[in-house]
């Protein structure tokens, strides 16, 4: 499995931020803290919320995509409240459709 869907993972099962660098649709590339609120297999999107590390600002986004973020890191030592948990135990048939592995069985 990447290692940026690792990260993505193993933010949502420790209630962690995530910090990501990301390629968006300007291909300018930007860099955030995003606490993951849901996971849209089919789209292999994330809804989040972001914390832009240059501007220091906060908005929610409702739909970034997975395959755009560069690089992956979970930000030890932080929490986020808002996590996915209930939403981790999906169905693995969807996963696999979209190509997305579940580190649980890796």
Not at 81 to 86: A, K, Y
Not at 88 to 102: D, L
């Amino acid at each position: 499995m990447d290692r940026i869907a690792q990260n993505i993972f193993k933010a949502i099962h420790e209630g962690k931020w995530l910090s990501i660098e990301y390629k968006n649709q300007r291909d300018q590339i930007t860099n955030y803290w995003i606490a993951i609120h849901g996971i849209h297999v089919r789209k292999r999107s994330l809804s989040v919320e972001g914390f832009h590390l240059m501007m220091h600002t906060v908005e929610r986004y409702d739909s970034i995509y997975i395959d755009s973020i560069l690089s992956a890191a979970v930000v030890e030592a932080s929490f986020t409240l808002n996590t996915v948990m209930p939403m981790v135990r999906m169905n693995t048939t969807a996963m696999a459709t979209a190509n997305i592995v579940n580190p649980c069985s890796a």
